[in-house]
């Protein structure tokens, strides 16, 4: 079974500081993915990964950088975090174009709370 | 641009009634992927079934049942003699199938199965 998993559960970082959110997959997928959750928005892409130091944005990047130096981890950063990032976060990753099964597995999430 | 609507906020049902929920999408793409995932109360999306826009069988898997009309750009998803465990947010999606295939999800359906 594919795992994707997530540094924390539950986060509560104050107005400025720089917040790093992990996520460790374990299945050798090639593509990475951050997501933010919000009630009545669905989840809107926020990064993606295609390899190694390699990244796209998303729809809503502002305010956020990734970093991928290794396959298996996709890390989301939030330079000087601010109360409109309060959210949740939602890690994901699959397999290349081509594969059979290309369909995205979810980590547990992180809610970010900035006060 | 992709889009993804998903009308009803919030379901609620009694148990053993069966349940309908709606997916509209809009996408310029000839070839794309559809998708449901579950969102139970724990947070972490479980994927339920991918279809291929080339596909357009009916599915069913269990109390689940999809009814894919490319002619109506809707990929409705019906559970059969609803459970309280059915009780989740469903969230319908759309990839393109090219590039790196990132999700454009609806807002997603809230369903409460009271017992």
């Known amino acids: 079974d594919v795992k994707v998993t997530q540094s924390s559960r539950y986060l509560v970082k104050r107005t400025g500081e720089k917040v790093f959110l992990e996520c460790v997959q374990d299945m050798d997928h090639e593509n990475m993915f951050w997501y933010r959750q919000d009630p009545g928005l669905g989840l809107r892409l926020i990064y993606f990964s295609y390899d190694v130091k390699m990244k796209e944005k998303g729809d809503i990047p502002e305010g956020y950088s990734v970093s991928r130096e290794k396959k298996e981890r996709f890390s989301l950063i939030l330079e000087s975090a601010s109360t409109n990032q309060t959210s949740m976060y939602l890690c994901?990753?699959?397999?290349?174009?081509?594969?059979?099964?290309?369909?995205?597995?979810f980590g547990p999430g992180t809610r970010l709370t900035v006060t | 641009a992709q889009k993804v609507t998903q009308a009803q906020t919030e379901i609620s049902v009694v148990e053993k009634e069966d349940v309908t929920l709606d997916c509209v999408y809009e996408?310029?793409?000839?070839?794309?992927?559809l998708f449901w995932y579950k969102q139970p109360p724990s947070g972490e999306l479980v994927f339920l079934i991918r279809r291929n826009s080339f596909d357009e069988q009916n599915e069913i898997s269990g109390r689940y049942s999809w009814n894919f009309q490319k002619s109506t750009s809707s990929f409705n998803f019906t559970i059969t003699a609803s459970q309280v465990v059915d009780s989740a947010v469903y969230f319908c999606?759309?990839?393109?199938?090219?590039?790196?295939?990132?999700?454009?999800f609806g807002s997603g359906t809230r369903l409460q199965v009271q017992p």
């Open positions: 994901a990753s699959s397999p290349p174009v081509g594969r059979l099964r290309s369909e995205q597995y």
């Open positions: 996408t310029r793409d000839t070839t794309y992927y």
């Open positions: 999606a759309l990839s393109r199938d090219t590039g790196r295939r990132a999700l454009t």
